[in-house]
């Protein structure tokens, strides 16, 4: 999951500082390396997972900054609580209440700079270097890191196509060592397979976790992005201790700009060591931000209409990609519609170098993320991420169908095949 | 400087979670807990370290977010790179250059999410647990959290009424059992005692850092708000080789509640890392507020007009202060008037308990930080730590001499010595 890399340095290096041992475990994100090569203009990207910007209420947005600067200023610009702006801590309770099932009340919520800031901080308060983490193959990146700047050891537990199997999950805690400090799951819409565990799966997932003592760790940053189908409850809703974390944020529903996330765990010792951390780390999240958000989840009616709207475009936008690669993919290429998010993932045969052909897609001006960016199993490495939500239908059927004419090309001569590939 | 809180839970917690063993050594910071003491409305307190709220350019901000917002909205909203938005990166550097004498290039910036990140970004890249990190006697509270959360000696270099002595720094450095990995310095209107090295001690400091080998840490968030005095060179304006780093914020100039903060290091590899661990901490710092940051920093005008607004109002609440002390307290208080900043440090005769007359203040309703909250020599431990930029001249007047009340009935009996006071 993650190595050594070779370009932060190493023995050799003249740097006047010494490093502490375990950032030499980190490299930069794959995902954004590949986004740098991407930003030409000419380049028609599904490599990223960036919401849509002309979907962003910037008006809406600025209204309630002018508001809240002139109703309290010294509330939006001073310091605040580590532990996050009551109201948005409410805000976010009933919000997830109404979608999850999951009972809360505010002082079980922390407001993070991001739920990626709550992935480093759950790290930080519950992995020991060398502990244990469960995680989907493939999984999240950005959780990996998390975990992997905390000297984790990341175990990734395989499954099917329709996410983690209980089964695996069961061998894979038998098969630890100690018994692992987390099972980190990303349950509805995944990133990057954009499948969601089913209801069974969710139940039965949650009941091996708790029987083995295994706190669950949550991340729902898609849900309210959903485009067919109904809510399921949370996993953590099937898990009777204390043992959970579920992480929300609102990068995805109305800005990642803003940076705002939120953590929930109903456990008191688990929150007061995060508060404890998240002031050693940033004292707190941008006030401002904190009650623009607020705003937005507060006024209900409004919200659900931004969220319709977001999920009619996206929704296009999903089915526009589907179609075109229904036509221009080899038709043994197996994918599946995801009910909600922004992903599609694509498992093309074994007979195609995914890693060459996304050199050779960029010769093309078009980007995915090849699916060896995610995990390391035969099975993930033959998988494409495609974004739906940042390119308009035009770009989208214009770029699957140069990808379907690479794929196709591919089959008839050049790197077919790994042998005569490399 | 940390200790084993029992309040966090031990052996004897009945939380399923197991922590990581160095998220025990952390404690909420003490003066926030005195924060969260002193909220009511009736408490005259000095314990904070909040500017001015009535001062924030709140109108401007909300002009700035609403034109930045109308022109750029997808920038605004969008998630940006971990580095930083290129502009502002721009703007600090041109500042530096202006201000400290330090040679900078917009490369060498890394947006941060407030100060407080910078300090924990740090710890983190070169603070394996154990190793030694030499900070001055006290130090500012919130370094030594991010020092101690990543397990680091932290060893207090002691001083004298100017601040860090180069004398003591040589014998701190040669005592230490390997060669340190830090030296953190906030030398301008320090945090708590409001002392500014000279510029002679500015030079010795670097070059014995220097010659041993150790890279200097300054902070500086403090430094624009100067109400005497000429500016002074920054300390690592004096390392002639890349091992130093240099923090700034917006946070005391223009709002703490944006959480946008800075880290200057000419050193590439130390940089690269940084980034590495940013993007698995909170990818980047909020993009609007950043660009809120950078329009304020251009107009350069505006900007030092701000300043001279903030340098009149904090001169004339320091020197409201300065006098009340003169005429209340025991005359054999010692204190210092600082250049700039905003903190002005007492330090009483030994017959006082500083940590009692804290309580028996609260129960009169005026609130400061005891000097133990920021280290544990006799010396620190009879400071106390007023601020005096967060209440007007009139309340400022009232509670300095609530405070010099009680310590003149101290005088006269009650808590006056350590023997009798316990």
Redesign the interface.
């Known amino acids: 999951m993650s190595t050594t890399d070779a370009?932060?340095?190493g023995a050799g290096?003249m740097?006047?500082?010494?490093?502490?041992?375990?950032?030499q475990l980190?490299?930069?994100?794959i995902v954004?390396e590949i986004l740098k090569a991407t930003e030409s203009a000419d380049v028609i990207s599904f490599a990223?997972g960036?919401?849509a910007?002309?979907l962003?209420p910037?008006?809406h947005?600025?209204a309630l900054?002018?508001q809240i600067?002139?109703e309290d200023?010294?509330?939006?610009?001073?310091?605040?609580t580590?532990e996050g702006h009551r109201p948005l801590r409410q805000a976010v309770c009933d919000r997830i209440s109404a979608s999850t099932g999951l009972p809360c009340d505010a002082c079980q919520v922390l407001i993070t700079?991001?739920s990626?800031?709550a992935l480093?901080l759950v790290a930080?308060?519950?992995?020991?270097p060398g502990?244990t983490v469960l995680v989907e193959e493939p999984s999240y990146l950005?959780a990996l890191?998390?975990f992997?700047?905390?000297g984790a050891n990341i175990v990734a537990v395989p499954g099917d196509e329709r996410g983690m199997s209980p089964e695996s999950l069961r061998r894979a805690i038998a098969e630890a060592a100690a018994r692992p400090?987390l099972l980190y799951l990303l349950p509805t819409f995944h990133n990057p397979t954009g499948v969601t565990l089913d209801a069974g799966r969710r139940r039965e997932l949650a009941e091996v976790a708790q029987a083995a003592?295994v706190?669950v760790l949550e991340d729902d940053p898609y849900g309210p992005l959903r485009y067919a189908g109904i809510p399921l409850p949370a996993v953590v809703s099937h898990v009777r201790?204390?043992?959970w974390i579920y992480l929300g944020t609102c990068?995805k529903v109305l800005?990642?700009?803003?940076?705002v996330g939120w953590l929930v765990t109903p456990?008191p010792?688990?929150m007061?060591?995060l508060?404890?951390?998240k002031?050693?780390?940033?004292?707190?999240?941008?006030?401002?931000?904190q009650r623009v958000v607020a705003r937005f989840l507060q006024d209900a009616p409004a919200f659900e209409a931004h969220l319709q709207l977001l999920a009619g475009v996206y929704r296009a936008r999903r089915d526009t990609m589907a179609a075109a690669i229904r036509e221009h993919f080899p038709s043994d290429c197996a994918f599946t519609v995801p009910d909600g998010g922004l992903f599609l993932w694509v498992r093309l045969p074994h007979r195609f170098d995914v890693d060459r052909l996304f050199h050779l897609a960029l010769e093309r001006r078009v980007a995915f993320v090849p699916g060896s960016a995610f995990g390391q199993s035969a099975r993930t490495r033959q998988g494409i991420r495609l974004n739906f939500s940042n390119a308009d239908p035009g770009r989208i059927a214009g770029g699957i169908r140069r990808l379907g004419e690479l794929l196709c090309e591919c089959d008839g001569h050049g790197v077919r095949a790994r042998p005569c590939g490399r």
């Open positions: 370009s932060l340095g290096s740097s006047p500082f010494t490093y502490a041992t375990r950032t980190l490299r930069p994100s954004r990223g960036l919401p910007p002309e962003f910037a008006a947005i600025a900054c002018h600067l002139a200023p010294a509330g939006a610009l001073q310091y605040g580590t700079t991001g990626q800031q480093d930080r308060v519950l992995l020991d502990d950005g890191q998390a992997a700047a905390s400090k003592g706190p201790s204390s043992a990068s800005s990642p700009g803003l940076r456990e010792e688990l007061k060591r508060v404890a951390i002031q050693a780390v940033d004292l707190h999240t941008a006030s401002l931000n």
